[in-house]
């Protein structure tokens, strides 16, 4: 069975454990410290601390999402060995503390983007949603562009002077620095036994003309090459793939857990709603493009057994909170999750 696990923003997220906990078939916490600025070393006492507040409302510390990349690490600059070296430091922190799974990216400047935050839905229900075309007429040198779940937030300046540095970077200079980084912090999460698990660019595809990699199956496949190892692994995250109505993710699930390759799941329903458009809806599969099924269907086959998590949620019964991350229709779409897979376990066994 999967480890069915829930995002929660630390002790001042509206969301409390004791709400999670409650939720049928819950069993883990996905988590990071929050008041550790990228780039520095996470101290392990600071882990420690944060697993038994975990742990004491019955709950198993998952994953760790995120530890975020420095941005001079993805730009190769002078100063990205420096920050390589914390990160290998914190991997082995997070190690010796007994996480065994961390979340991370490597899109540059940007995480998760959307262009609104309270669609209004058919039922009166909202959700997230994004349209190129309002991303192309934003002007991002004069204004702000942040989300609250966000790991960084710049001031005006950071942000013109990052994506000018940015402009000079192309995909596969980008593709470099990852490569550099997986080379040196792989064989170190190899011995804290810590899995690593790339999270994809979501949306899949660039942004004000910064580049985005981790967009499809061949750039999954070549993460996976970078270093020959599961511990150098994949976040499935069916929502940020799905944006791209190439990606076949059944097909990609299947293919890279042959090789051992996914270490935690994000499991989301969009519906397209053209080229480089999508709406956040409810998990189950009729309202959107991504068949959930399918989806649970293949993990099962393909013996996945570990961390997963309903992302993005709606905003339904009243509830006010981070976008994406209220609890009850996450917890709804957690049950969904798990029913689905009892039913295909259920059904396999006959
Ligand atoms: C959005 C999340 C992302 C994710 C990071 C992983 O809701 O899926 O922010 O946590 O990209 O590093």
């Known amino acids: 069975m999967m480890e069915m696990s829930f995002r929660w923003y630390g002790e001042l997220d509206k969301v409390k454990l004791e709400n999670i906990k409650q939720i049928p078939c819950m069993e883990g916490i996905v988590t990071a410290l929050y008041d550790v600025p990228v780039g520095e070393v996470w101290p392990v006492e600071k882990i420690q601390k944060l697993k038994e507040t975990v742990e004491a409302s019955g709950l198993r510390l998952s994953v760790i999402e995120s530890v975020p990349v420095h941005e001079e690490i993805k730009l190769g600059t002078e100063n990205a060995q420096k920050y390589i070296d914390n990160y290998k430091q914190t991997i082995r922190n997070l190690g010796q503390a007994g996480i065994d799974t961390v979340c991370y990216n490597f899109m540059p400047v940007f995480d998760w983007t959307r262009t609104e935050m309270e669609f209004v839905l058919p039922d009166g229900s909202t959700g997230l949603r994004y349209e190129q075309e309002t991303i192309d007429k934003f002007d991002i040198e004069n204004n702000d562009l942040s989300l609250p779940g966000w790991d960084v937030s ?55 003309g910064i580049p985005r990699i981790i967009t499809n199956e061949q750039a999954l496949e070549r993460v996976t090459k970078i270093v020959d190892s599961p511990y150098n692994g994949i ?41 480089k458009a999508f709406q956040e809806v409810a998990h189950p599969s009729k309202y959107g493009n991504v068949d959930m099924y399918e989806i649970i269907k293949a993990l099962v086959e393909g013996g996945y057994e570990g961390p997963i998590r309903p992302d993005h949620g709606r905003m339904i019964w009243g509830e006010a909170g981070n976008y994406g991350y209220g609890l009850y229709d996450r917890a709804l779409g957690a049950v969904y999750l798990k029913g689905l897979e009892e039913a295909i376990i259920k059904d396999d066994k006959k």
């Open 154 to 208: 710049y001031t005006r300046d950071e942000l013109n002077d990052l994506i000018g540095k940015y402009q000079k970077i192309s995909h596969e200079m980008l593709w470099e620095n990852l490569q550099k980084f997986l080379e040196e912090v792989i064989p170190v999460a190899i011995e804290a036994e810590v899995k690593l698990a790339i999270h994809p660019d979501d949306p899949p595809w660039d942004m004000f």
């Open 235 to 275: 976040t499935f995250c069916t929502g940020s793939l799905g944006a791209n109505s190439e990606n076949d993710l059944p097909a990609m699930i299947r293919s890279l857990l042959k090789k051992n390759r996914i270490n935690f799941v994000h499991a989301r329903n969009i519906a397209l709603l053209g080229e």
